[in-house]
């Protein structure tokens, strides 16, 4: 059993969709904490789930590098073996980064290398392409610029709008999350087996 924890910033229905799935046993994983960088509405998921949650803001005017190294202090009290990064929209640093490496992964709405960054969505329907897709990735110190675990293609139809488009990306987000994280533990699995 992995354990996760996941961070979000919006309203994580993703995360929602991973919390039903660890409970239905469909990814053999258990969120033990889910962090945010404000007080995100998806938070309630994991409160009525009766998970901890916390909050660690990057204030104006604050070294991103010390909120980095602060945010990780927290979630390596958690001892997780696996940090998701779920619709959480700041660029982590590597202060952060380094600190979980290679097993922090990271849900993107788009086909990686298409349309990196905070706008994939609006930027794949303003560039009137057909298909888009979604992602799951390694977190580097880039943006959405690590090895790619998972990726499946999603049309653009006609008449979408960007949040029907989203909607629609997000449905795929949730199956290949749900498939890498079985990879990662059966991989662990193997490798305790092994020890
Ligand atoms: C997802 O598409 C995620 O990949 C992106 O933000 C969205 C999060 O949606 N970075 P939600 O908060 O889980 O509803």
Redesign the pocket.
């Known amino acids: 059993m992995l354990r996760t924890v996941v961070l979000?910033?919006?309203?994580?229905?993703?995360?929602?969709?991973f919390l039903d799935a660890c409970a239905h046993g469909t990814v053999p994983a258990t969120v033990v904490a889910v962090g945010a960088d404000s007080d995100?509405p998806?938070l309630e998921h994991a409160r009525s789930a009766g998970i901890p949650t916390f909050v660690e803001p990057l204030e104006r005017g604050v070294d991103r590098d010390e909120w980095g190294a602060r945010l990780a202090d927290v979630v390596e009290g958690c001892a997780p073996d696996l940090v998701i990064?779920?619709?959480?929209?700041r660029v982590l640093p590597p202060t952060f980064v380094h600190r979980f490496a290679p097993m922090i992964i990271?849900?993107?709405?788009s086909f990686l290398p298409e349309f990196p960054g905070?706008h994939?969505?609006r930027d794949a329907r303003a560039a009137g392409v057909t298909e888009t897709g979604?992602s799951v990735i390694v977190v580097d110190d880039g943006v959405d610029t690590g090895p790619i675990l998972a990726q499946r293609r999603v049309p653009v139809l006609d008449g979408d709008t960007e949040t029907v488009l989203?909607d629609r990306?997000?449905i795929v987000?949730r199956e290949i999350l749900a498939e890498v994280v079985r990879d990662l533990a059966a991989r662990e699995s193997a490798v305790l087996q092994e020890n």
């Open positions: 979000i910033s919006g309203h994580g229905s993703n995360l929602r969709a995100a998806g990064l779920s619709g959480f929209m990271n849900t993107h709405p905070a994939a969505v979604a989203h990306i997000k987000e």
